[in-house]
């Protein structure tokens, strides 16, 4: 039987048209990734595809954490990048997709393999399926007559063993010659001088926002915000942690079916709570994050901002310090970050430093349209002998379920 798509330009390139419509025979219907030339008419089909959610990504690592909230979300996600992207995102998918068994299709193009000699990508590809073959990932090569079977074992795959697949795609692996995209001309962005004066001026906004709390203010002890969270928030929310004590205290102390604790893929929390709000437009998604976190993934923040999810109240917990190793410092007192936000869409930003101040802010978000950033000063210091949550395919499931039910 034939698919049919919404706006879908089947005359695009019929290889790629075939692999779509086997990806949406199987149920896909989200794709976030990082562009490769290759995969240039598979990625157009996700944007043009209005059947589709499509988040393109500023980071590889970060399209594996937007991934697996939409995953959470009850999605079934297509991740596509190039093997030196995957590559660098192994940590994400060894430590949150593998042991979280979150089964989702990797589309990679394999550059560096037998037959391209471009030197950047050599070592890369002589790595790419050794790494595969050490994660234990199924991975086969696509070609013009084995798109439908390598789709469809992919799938087999991943259902069956509950672990992401990854399909490789050569450079020129379709003889097919569409037309250029291009259209439409250029023109000349008049020459605008940026002088002393627009310095001035966002040095004036830094300081208005940042008097308010500076190093000798008030701060909260790490428990104490998270108690004021806890007591704002509803079983309804969707809460995700990040990783270390912040998630390790949560979870011996307020464990629940809505909450999901990014215990690996450190700093990848927010790209969880963007592609979780993405999929579940009608359910309040609560971002716990750390300073360190949110610096270790800063691109996140452009990409919330341009997909502006309504549902998303990011609070970010600022000790400036990598707390949960052993406090060393971070970086987060000259990031600006609240200001970061603001400046990428963020529609609104506040500042707080005291319990009352944010249980108070939190309630007042409910009734805000996202994104919206909380922004909390906390001290150091504070316990560190918490239990692990260990069980993780377990509140996986749990937390996929409670809202899938909803």
Same mark, same amino acid.
């Given at each position: 039987?034939?698919? *049919? ?26 794709? %976030? ?43 079934? !996600? ?6 030196? =992207? ?12 593998? !042991? &979280? ?9 394999? *550059?560096? &393999? ?10 890369? =590809?002589?790595? %790419? ?5 050490? +994660?234990?990932?199924? &991975?086969?090569? +696509? ?30 692996? $379709?003889?097919?010659? =569409?037309?250029? @995209? ?20 966002? $040095? ?30 509803? $079983? ?11 998630? *390790? ?58 997909? #502006? ?9 600022? #000790? @400036?310090?990598?707390?949960?190793? %052993? ?10 970050? !609240? ?42 210091? =504070? ?9 993780? !395919?377990?509140? %996986? ?10």
């Amino acid at each position: 039987m034939e698919l *049919r798509f919404n706006n879908f330009n089947k005359s695009q390139n019929p290889y790629a048209n075939r692999f779509h419509n086997k990806l949406k025979e199987k149920g896909a219907n989200f794709a %976030t990734g990082v562009p490769c030339g290759v995969l240039r008419y598979f990625i157009n089909n996700f944007e043009i595809d209005k059947n589709f959610i499509h988040i393109p990504a500023q980071s590889e690592p970060e399209a594996v954490g937007i991934s697996a909230g939409a995953y959470l979300g009850s999605k079934i !996600p297509v991740v596509y990048m190039q093997n030196s =992207g995957m590559l660098k995102s192994t940590n994400e998918i060894s430590s949150l997709l593998i !042991p &979280c068994e979150m089964p989702l299709l990797f589309v990679v193009t394999y *550059r560096g &393999c037998s037959g391209e000699n471009a030197p950047q990508h050599l070592v890369g =590809g002589k790595l %790419t399926k050794k790494v595969l073959e050490q +994660l234990d990932i199924f &991975c086969t090569e +696509l070609e013009e007559n084995n798109i439908e079977e390598t789709v469809s074992g992919s799938y087999d795959f991943i259902n069956e063993k509950k672990k992401p697949a990854v399909i490789l795609i050569k450079r020129g692996w $379709s003889s097919y010659k =569409g037309k250029s @995209n291009e259209t439409g001309s250029e023109s000349e962005i008049p020459n605008e001088k940026l002088g002393y004066g627009s310095k001035k001026v966002i $040095s004036d906004v830094l300081s208005k926002i940042f008097n308010r709390t500076s190093k000798s203010s008030k701060k909260m002890k790490r428990e104490v915000a998270l108690d004021s969270i806890i007591n704002s928030t509803s $079983s309804e929310d969707a809460i995700f942690s990040t990783t270390g004590l912040i998630s *390790r205290s949560l979870y011996e102390r307020y464990d629940s079916p809505n909450q999901f604790y990014n215990v690996g893929s450190f700093g990848m929390v927010s790209s969880l709570g963007l592609g979780f709000a993405v999929s579940k437009p009608k359910t309040r998604t609560i971002v716990i994050d750390g300073d360190a976190s949110i610096l270790t993934n800063f691109g996140t923040l452009v990409t919330i901002g341009y997909n #502006n999810p309504k549902n998303l109240t990011h609070i970010v917990l600022d #000790n @400036n310090a990598y707390a949960s190793c %052993t406090e060393e410092r971070s970086c987060s007192d000259t990031a600006k970050i !609240p200001f970061v936000a603001a400046l990428q869409g963020y529609s609104s930003i506040h500042l707080v430093n005291t319990e009352r101040g944010l249980e108070q802010t939190i309630k007042e978000s409910e009734e805000m349209e996202g994104p919206v950033l909380i922004y909390s000063y906390i001290g150091l210091g =504070g316990r560190r002998d918490f239990k692990r949550p260990l069980n993780l !395919p377990y509140i %996986t499931k749990r937390f996929k379920n409670y809202f899938s039910e909803k």
